[in-house]
């Protein structure tokens, strides 16, 4: 595996757990609002190796439970599963972030039992795939299949969006809400602008503003929930 990122310590990117988060190199997507820039493109990495990894997790074992696997696209690594394997058998819960390309990958994860919660990322509706984020056809298709999976119950997940003004409309709203319809929850992330996204001029959709994208999607999910505002 391919890590360059670290964070020992954290109470928000695994709701309920005390995990330490780490970060695998490279995606497939490059989202305009990605705060991840140095990861999805390859610069400014210093590589920490698996053992310097797992010598940490071993010290602070009673105290992180779980480990999220995030990126990046951590499925886009074939030995991820191997990496996995390693962090269950401490003990630990681990939690997969994922853009959902990978489906194979997915479906192996959940069928072997090695991750204990999904958060997939939810770009934009079928078009935005296309078009903002650059994706292809065949990608598309895997993200499809992805969520339909998901939301068949087969692992405790959550869906995630980052809502931008530029990048999020009332159509796309009405599109995702067919989309995932009867979905457990999706989150409505706040755009966090900082130097290290990869386009700049972004700007993020206001507390207020955001209620009608909200209540177009709450027509279909069961649960529509606010992140960072």
């Known amino acids: 595996m391919k890590i360059y990122g670290l964070e020992k310590l954290s109470m928000v990117d695994f709701d309920g757990h005390l995990c330490a988060t780490i970060f695998t190199s490279g995606c497939n997507f490059r989202c305009p ?9 390859g610069t400014n990495l210093v590589e920490i190796s698996e053992s310097d990894i797992f010598e940490y ?12 696997v995030s990126g990046g696209e951590p499925t886009l690594h074939s030995d ?38 999904v958060a997939m990322d939810i770009k934009s509706d ?17 993200v499809k299949k992805s969520i339909e999976y998901l939301k068949s119950g087969v692992i405790n997940y959550e869906f995630r969006t980052t809502i931008t003004k530029e990048l999020f409309t009332k159509d796309i709203a009405k599109n995702m809400a067919k989309w995932l319809a ?4 999706l989150y409505l992330q706040c755009f966090k602008d900082n130097e290290t996204n990869l386009e700049k001029d972004l700007n993020k959709i206001e507390s207020k503003d955001l209620t009608e994208y909200e209540n177009i999607l709450k027509t279909t999910i069961k649960e529509v929930k606010r992140r960072g505002y």
């Open 182 to 185: 009867g979905a457990r929850v």
């Open 33 to 41: 609002y990605c705060h991840n820039s140095d990861l999805v493109l």
């Open 126 to 142: 079928e078009n935005g795939y296309l078009n903002s984020f650059r994706c292809s056809k065949d990608a598309l298709e895997n």
């Open 57 to 68: 997790l071993k010290k602070r074992k009673g105290i992180i439970d779980s480990v999220c």
């Open 80 to 117: 991820l599963p191997i990496f996995i394997k390693r962090l269950k058998d401490l003990g630990l819960i681990v939690k997969l972030d994922t853009n959902g390309t990978n489906f194979l990958m997915l479906k192996k994860l959940v069928e072997e039992k090695l991750i204990d919660y």
